[in-house]
């Protein structure tokens, strides 16, 4: 699809730029002899053949520059050069085909003018060389989309993307150190002869009595006192 509006882009800009070259170009001359025959200039009367020549300019680069199709400007510069070529088998026969008289707003359209003078063949060339390119001839790259959830899968990532486009890194896992696990007992026995300053164990469970040999106030973690005769 895009080649086929390539190809009509150069279809109607290859006329066009053709016609605002060649009325640029006979009114700077025109201008220009003025100018030469009054010995004096005023610039004021270049602005509208400027204009003509500007206009050429961005038309053409519409389809020269462009990261469009380059089948279009390869048409145009292709005529152009067919043209010019024309004067190498007949010149006569080709300049009279270009047709001279007509005219737009009052003002003439010498279409054989730019022809003549070989600026025809230069913008022909130029037109032919902006279609060499290769990557112009393929398709744009598509770039990966992170797939959104509740939105599907992700589209298929492409292995060269456009303008520099660089790839979506995957954000880095951030990890929490996690908190120590507590030691068992979580309270420390009192230390011997501490009458007070050190934590005091938790109270048995109801039922949970000391067994024989061992007091009250023992810790419920103590060793039972060996019969004695035993080692």
């Given at each position: 699809m895009r080649h086929l509006l390539s190809l009509i882009a150069g279809v109607v800009v290859a006329p066009l730029a053709w016609a605002l070259v060649a009325?640029?170009?006979?009114?700077?001359?025109?201008?220009?002899?003025?100018?030469?025959?009054a010995n004096a200039f005023d610039t004021t009367d270049l602005i509208k053949p400027a204009?003509?020549?500007a206009a050429a300019g961005i038309v053409l680069g519409l389809i020269a520059t462009l990261r469009i199709s380059p089948l279009g400007p390869l048409?145009?510069?292709?005529?152009?050069?067919g043209l010019y070529v024309g004067f190498f088998i007949d010149p006569f026969k080709t300049s009279d085909a270009v047709p001279n008289g007509w005219k737009v707003f009052g003002d003439p359209i010498p279409l054989r003018t730019p022809l003549?003078?070989?600026?025809l063949c230069v913008i022909g060339a130029l037109l032919v060389m902006s279609a060499v390119s290769a990557k112009r001839w393929r398709d744009w790259p598509v770039a990966a989309v992170p797939a959104v959830e509740?939105?599907?899968?992700?589209?298929?990532?492409?292995?060269?993307?456009?303008?520099?486009?660089?790839?979506?890194?995957?954000?880095?896992?951030?990890?929490t150190p996690s908190a120590p696990a507590p030691s068992w007992p979580p309270m420390d026995l009192p230390a011997a002869g501490d009458t007070g300053g050190g934590l005091i164990p938790p109270r048995h469970a109801a039922g949970d009595e000391p067994t024989a040999g061992q007091s009250a106030g023992d810790s419920p973690?103590?060793?039972?006192?060996?019969p004695s005769g035993q080692e």
């Open positions: 009325m640029g170009q006979a009114g700077t001359a025109k201008t220009l002899a003025t100018w030469t025959a204009a003509y020549l048409v145009a510069g292709l005529a152009y050069l003549n003078s070989g600026v509740g939105l599907g899968e992700a589209a298929p990532a492409d292995e060269t993307r456009p303008f520099g486009i660089p790839e979506t890194e995957a954000p880095t896992e951030v990890v973690w103590s060793a039972p006192p060996r």
